[in-house]
């Protein structure tokens, strides 16, 4: 008389379990009392024997199944015995039923070995993911939740084994780095650490988010270079006018405060007054004059490149410009600027001279078309009456944007910026 | 051909070699002199069977506190060189046995360089795929007049010394010196120590050093910090002291423990274009030299001049050599000052710590908070400092003072290398009672 066994309810909360391992198979002998399968929840696992000796006609679910409590698992009897009475209907179910939503008991493994799995933290311990209850348990207790993991259960079912395996042949993360990873930082699959352990010196920098006037920036100096056609031309003004114009003023107590970079902003304002074609704004295929000369100057503040902007400093003599200049910078630099003397300059000059920049591509600001990068002052070999003499020299870097301006004319324009700055002392009245 | 010579037969040496000769390769370890190296014969080993009586002798005097009554104990020197020579012998024997089980082969002699692969010993070459200069160090000998005269030891010298003398002149207030000092003071000589530098035990975390300085003077032992040592007349010793006076003391001994050089001259390393300084070679952390194929080890690299350090270089050396990943982690490299109170430290000072611009959380507690210690020591002092990382309290240095602090110090040692977080290393249970406790406490007070 064949006998069936049933799922047993390991306890009261207890719904279902998890087929870990067949010890027999179908068609195998077996006497009373010894083990057939073993069982497990996610708390325990368990060993079902056999109550009768015999043969194992038949098991009605493979490994990993899960299976409900008081189903019956596998019939023992003699060779021959139906045992088409005992099968369970439709109740308990692979991993494979649940993948095609049809449950089907006894359904046979389809892909042997598994496919890696993929599991992430949050959807571990409460999902339907195809983790066996006690690798669950066991991804909990160990904190560990691997990205990918191969299931040797059916239908890839991720039994404990398996997890246990990955934890203990995979390196583990140290304490300090585990909490930066919690942090953001990016951790390499192997550290420098005892048995490849990742350290934290083995991590990545955590990713630090940009301010939004750095998006501002960001933004703006892509478009610039997407809409443009950039190109920058490279000369030098011999500077010792302008030293010694800057060393009188420094001299005199009493008068102005007036430093290169204002010098070279007025003999620029001179310069575009005489070249009127470089002050002017292209917007919409369509070239505006600008009705003044609005210079925008680029100024290094604690929350990034500022630019702000003097307006008709055509008018100014070079004591107001350097006046306006040095109260505009204070106001960007203080963060306290106003968004109107942010906008509407016709031409920019960058100066990054003082930090003993010899030359540079400024960048365009769109819609204007020419920019002037300041440069270092610099000793420079000139050929005067056969002799060579060194004088003081310094750079100039006039990007501008080929749609609108040529070559040619853009290397005019900066002749007649040489030539300002070069008779500096005549131009400015102090 | 050999896969790796080895030369010279110390705890970074013969280590090396056994590894390489168990992981099958075809191995030969060249020395000179004995195998054990400066740590077995000269060093590590000798000096803590001299400190192991001196340690007895003392309790022995102090056992009344505990009571327990003795006759006026005697020290008898030259049964205690007689003992350390037998464990010397046995411990000999124990490095031989290692590496006839490993299958190394021990060529007798000393090893010159004649290319990248090649050595010459006693007139016969040897080739290698790989070599390994582990040649360790020898005492330094500072240039002062007098310093090898017939009353002047050096750390290997005195371990012949058969009667204990009344005085001694230590110049070095270094781990040796410090260890040597204790040793005497112990067994009743009278210990006068000459450090050039301000404190004593350089390198040592700043309040683990002052601590220590205070326990040695008032065991009676004489400091002279930031001392000149100038000359050495018989049995005077002429110095200046800290503000530049001119000053001598007599002593029966005295003892240069100015610290250790590496041993790095004929050898032949300038034939090869080894990167090298009197200071040592130059390695990475994976043993390498500037020279594919040649590797260094131990003192020879002048990097942490500790037995255990040359072990470890040694390994990760072979490990790198045969194709396994490795690295010597500097920073979880604990070392142990015997002296009584012993010292054992693991990890960064709180000097480093600052000087590196690194924010640190700090906990201080004193031994005693370990009922053990007070049960082992009736007037024991000590202390235990946890350093660790202020955000996320990762344990960075952990630095004790007081006896029994050797034995746990490579708790604290794994805690380092695994950058275990002060929150989770409370979970570790620490038996009870014991000493290491005072380090669990340690850790409960960083906040």
């Known amino acids: 008389m064949a006998v069936a066994v049933e799922m047993p309810k390991l306890g009261n909360t207890v719904e279902e379990c998890l087929i870990a391992k067949w010890l027999k198979e179908e068609g195998q002998p077996v006497s009373a009392g010894e083990t057939v399968v ?27 199944a899960l299976v409900p409590v008081f189903t019956k698992l596998f019939v023992i009897g003699n060779p021959g015995e139906n045992v088409e009475a005992f099968r369970p209907q439709s109740k308990g179910s692979t991993p494979a039923a649940d993948a095609a939503g049809s449950p089907t008991p006894s359904a046979r493994n389809t892909s042997p070995g598994g496919q890696p799995v993929t599991a992430t933290d949050a959807s571990l311990p409460h999902s339907a993911a195809p983790f066996s209850p006690r690798a669950r348990r066991f991804a909990e207790e160990h904190n560990f939740h691997p990205r990918a993991v191969s299931g040797s259960g ?12 990955l934890y203990h042949s995979s390196p583990k993360v140290s304490g300090a780095a585990s909490r930066r990873v919690q942090d953001g930082a990016e951790a390499p699959l192997e550290g420098s650490g005892i048995g490849g352990m990742v350290l934290a010196s083995d991590l990545d920098a955590p990713e630090t988010r940009i301010s939004g006037v750095r998006e501002k920036i960001a933004s703006r100096l892509r478009e610039a270079l997407a809409s443009t056609a950039q190109y920058t031309l490279n000369s030098s003004a011999d500077a010792r006018g302008l030293l010694l114009l800057r060393a009188r003023i420094k001299a005199s107590s009493t008068g102005p405060d007036i430093n290169l970079n204002d010098l070279v902003t007025f003999c620029t304002v001179q310069a575009l007054l005489q070249v009127p074609a470089l002050n002017v704004l292209f917007l919409d295929g369509r070239i505006h004059q600008g009705r003044g000369v609005h210079i925008g100057f680029a100024c290094d503040t604690p929350r990034g ?10 008018a100014l003599t070079v004591a107001a410009l350097a006046a306006r200049m040095k109260e505009l910078s204070a106001q960007a630099v203080q963060g306290k600027i106003s968004a109107d003397d942010l906008t509407g300059a016709t031409f920019t000059v960058s100066n990054l001279g003082v930090l003993g920049i010899e030359s540079f591509t400024p960048l365009l600001n769109p819609p204007q078309v020419a920019i002037l990068g300041v440069n270092a002052i610099q000793l420079k070999a000139v050929r005067r009456e056969g002799k060579v003499e060194f004088i003081d020299s310094i750079g100039l870097s006039l990007t501008l944007d080929h749609q609108i301006i040529d070559g040619a004319p853009g290397a005019r324009f900066l002749k007649v910026v040489r030539e300002k700055i070069e008779n500096v002392e005549q131009l400015c009245t102090i | 051909m050999y896969d790796l010579i080895v030369v010279g037969g110390g705890p970074g040496g013969y280590e090396a070699a056994a590894h390489a000769g168990k992981m099958g390769k075809k191995v030969a370890l060249v020395e000179k002199e004995q195998l054990g190296g400066t740590c077995l014969n000269v060093g590590c080993i000798p000096a803590k069977t001299f400190l192991r009586s001196s340690r007895l002798f003392r309790e022995c005097c102090e056992a009344a506190a505990y009571g327990v009554r003795v006759g006026a104990p005697e020290f008898d020197m030259a049964a205690v060189v007689e003992r350390k020579s037998r464990i010397v012998a046995t411990l000999g024997k124990g490095v031989q046995g290692i590496l006839k089980r490993a299958g190394v082969e021990v060529i007798r002699g000393h090893a010159h360089l004649i290319s990248r692969s090649t050595i010459e010993v006693a007139g016969s070459r040897y080739e290698a795929a790989n070599l390994l200069l582990a040649t360790g160090s020898r ?21 012949g010394l058969q009667c204990v003398p009344k005085t001694i002149a230590i110049i070095g207030g270094g781990y040796i010196g410090l260890e040597f000092a204790c040793f005497f003071q112990e067994i009743g000589t009278q210990v006068s120590v000459f450090e050039m530098l301000p404190q004593i035990a350089a390198g040592a975390d700043g309040e683990i050093s002052a601590r220590m300085l205070q326990i040695l003077e008032r065991k009676g032992i004489e400091f002279h910090l930031s001392a000149k040592v100038r000359r050495i007349e018989g049995h005077t010793l002429h110095f200046a002291t800290r503000d ?24 032949g390393l300038e034939n090869i274009g080894i ?16 020279i594919p194929g040649i590797w260094a080890c131990g003192d020879v690299t002048g990097r942490r001049m500790l037995a255990h350090a040359a072990t470890r270089e040694g390994m990760v050396a072979v490990n790198n050599m045969f194709g396994r990943k490795d690295r010597v982690r500097y920073n979880a490299v604990p070392s142990v000052v015997y002296t009584h109170p012993e010292v054992a430290m693991v990890g960064r000072t709180e000097e480093e710590l600052r000087n590196a611009g690194i924010k640190y959380k700090k906990s201080v507690v004193p031994m005693a908070v370990a009922g053990r210690f007070l049960i082992e020591h009736e007037d024991g002092t000590g202390l235990v400092k946890v350093l660790c990382g202020s955000d996320f309290g990762e344990i960075l240095g952990v630095h004790a003072i007081g006896d029994g602090c050797s034995e746990f110090i490579v708790a604290a040692a794994i805690m380092v290398e695994t950058e275990m977080c002060v929150a989770d290393a ?9 000493v290491s406790e005072s380090l669990k406490e340690a850790m409960a007070g960083v906040h």
Do not use: M, W
């Open chain 2, 275 to 290: 990167d090298f300084t009197p200071k040592g070679i130059k390695t990475s952390e994976q043993g390498k030299t500037n």
């Open chain 2, 426 to 434: 409370g979970e570790i249970v620490f038996p009870h009672p014991t």
């Open chain 2, 139 to 159: 005492p330094a000998v500072p240039p002062i007049p007098g310093i090898q005269s017939e009353h002047t030891l050096d750390s290997n010298t005195v371990f």
């Open chain 2, 244 to 267: 530049g006076k001119q000053s001598s003391v007599e002593a029966d001994y005295i003892l240069n423990s100015t610290g250790r050089v590496s041993v790095v001259d004929d050898l």
């Open chain 1, 305 to 314: 490149l500022l630019v702000p902007v003097v307006r008709d400093a055509q």
């Open chain 1, 154 to 165: 059916p239908g890839g079912r991720v039994l404990e084994a398996d997890l246990r395996a």
């Open chain 1, 38 to 64: 073993e069982i497990e929840t996610d708390k325990t696992s368990f060993e079902v024997t056999a109550p009768v000796g015999g043969t194992v006609l038949a098991t009605f679910f493979e490994q990993g």
